[in-house]
């Protein structure tokens, strides 16, 4: 059980909080809620009091009959300073809905009501969930505040793009679904636990950055990758308990400590590297930006301009991700990355999926200047058999934390399916 502080400010998302706070409560979790003024007008105390079995409160002076504590804590003796102590007991806060005057507030430090007063307290990571009218949102000051509150370690969650409350209206603004915010909370206070122990121990394989394919002793065919996504799997991997081995092609960044790194080049390198790996890895994460086709016959030695200009002759290299599909066990989960442009990303990532025989592709926008390609942030969905799950906008770390829960999931399923597998076998051959 975990004590999590729920602030809500004023929207009409506020009737998603409702179902939150239930969601939290049948999760085990004692929560507190908080208002805004504004919020009430939305949603009055009475629900939220109802659902938690404690005093919801709106302002400073108010008296709080549990003294600041959670359900099923003692309370205090002494009457408390209500801003301090609920946050100080809380494991994680979470603001849902989020509105863009707090998002402000938050950036700016604020303190004029018991829901910005208490983050600003905080000691716990502290979570918020915008939600607003999609021109809201993309106003140069939600984006600036949004991205100082990142800088500061708020975790934003969402928004999603659909349908808004006004009429008529789609668009990204809307809040992020309760049992989404409630998982975001959870995965913050118990990372590991929170993907059921699916990392502690694997052997994990990255690859990450972009093959060279020579022309001459000087120069070659490469691509823009620079490592980051590949890098930030595999720090988080490692973080998560994991046994990472990273195979590394001309990172642009330092790889991570902890990790196995073994440096490559080319794409037939990185070929025989990946090869040699996967058979020791559960996972592999194929993150790397790798060459399709290499010069079939680069020059030993420096080419010369007077020589006049080359006609260089391509040939196809392998493709790994789709060999070693082809190859692993059970249990094995394969994760191809791939970068595709605009509306028909997701198509063609589904389209990889089935053709390479891969359990999920990570797909980026190369469309969009702001994201993937030398920029820190990202956007991706991750397609699987099952379905897309689109994961908002945010740091390369934020993206690859999200992107190994949901392969954790994958992890895990494979492997109650594998022992399934085993036991029924077992059963039958009478053991
Ligand atoms: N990949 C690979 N070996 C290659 C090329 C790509 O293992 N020779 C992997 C990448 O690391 C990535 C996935 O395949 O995980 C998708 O890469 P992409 O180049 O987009 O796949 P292609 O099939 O080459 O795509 P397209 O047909 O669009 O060129």
């Keep these: ?79 408390p300073i209500s801003h301090l102590a609920l946050v100080a007991g809380a494991d994680a806060y979470l603001i849902a809905p989020a509105s863009a005057n707090t998002l402000a507030k938050l950036a700016h430090g604020h303190a004029d009501n018991l829901v910005t007063t208490a983050a600003l307290a905080a000691d716990c990571p502290v979570l918020v969930a915008p939600a607003m009218n999609d021109r809201m949102y993309r106003h140069p000051a939600t984006e600036e505040n949004l991205e100082r509150l990142r800088g500061r370690g708020v975790t934003i969650i969402g928004p999603a793009d659909g349908e808004l409350a006004s009429h008529g209206e789609r668009g990204l603004g809307r809040m992020a679904e309760p049992a989404d915010l409630l998982a975001a909370c959870e995965a913050t206070i118990h990372p590991a636990q929170a993907d059921s122990g699916a990392w502690l121990g694997r052997r994990v394989l990255v690859t990450a950055g972009g093959t060279r394919e020579p022309i001459d002793s000087v120069r070659y065919i490469g691509n823009r990758s620079s490592g980051r996504m590949g890098v930030a799997l595999a720090a988080r991997a490692a973080a998560r308990g994991a046994e990472v081995t990273l195979v590394a092609a001309n990172l642009a960044v330092p790889p991570p400590a902890g990790v196995r790194v073994i440096e490559v080049h080319t794409a037939a390198q990185l070929a025989t590297a990946t090869r040699e790996e996967f058979p020791a890895c559960d996972v592999l994460l194929m993150a790397a930006a790798v060459a399709d086709f290499r010069p079939r016959d680069p020059a030993a030695d420096k080419l010369r301009k007077a020589g006049g200009a080359p006609t260089l002759i391509l040939e196809p290299t392998e493709d790994v991700i789709a060999t070693l599909a082809g190859r692993r066990r059970e249990g094995q989960v394969v994760v191809g990355f791939a970068a595709e442009h605009g509306d028909a990303a997701v198509a063609g990532a589904r389209e990889k999926l089935v053709r390479k025989g891969l359990d999920a592709v990570v797909v980026n926008d190369i469309s969009r200047a702001d994201i993937g390609f030398d920029t820190p942030e990202n956007e991706v969905t991750v397609v699987t058999r099952e379905g897309e799950r689109p994961l908002p906008r945010a740091g390369k770390g934020a993206i690859a934390d999200d992107v190994l829960h949901e392969v954790g999931r994958l992890l895990s399923v494979k492997e109650s399916d594998h022992r399934t597998t085993r036991a029924d076998g077992n059963r039958a051959a009478g053991v």
Excluded at 52 to 66: C, I, K, N, Q, S
């Design 1 to 79: 059980m975990s004590r999590l502080l729920i602030g809500v400010t004023g929207g009409i998302a506020a009737y998603k909080a409702v179902e939150l706070v239930r969601l939290a409560g049948r999760a085990g979790h004692a929560v507190r809620v908080i208002q805004t003024p504004t919020s009430r007008r939305f949603v009055g105390g009475a629900t939220f009091s109802g659902i938690t079995g404690a005093p919801v409160l709106t302002g400073e002076f108010e008296d709080d009959p549990l003294r600041g504590a959670y359900p099923g804590d003692p309370a205090d003796e002494r009457a």
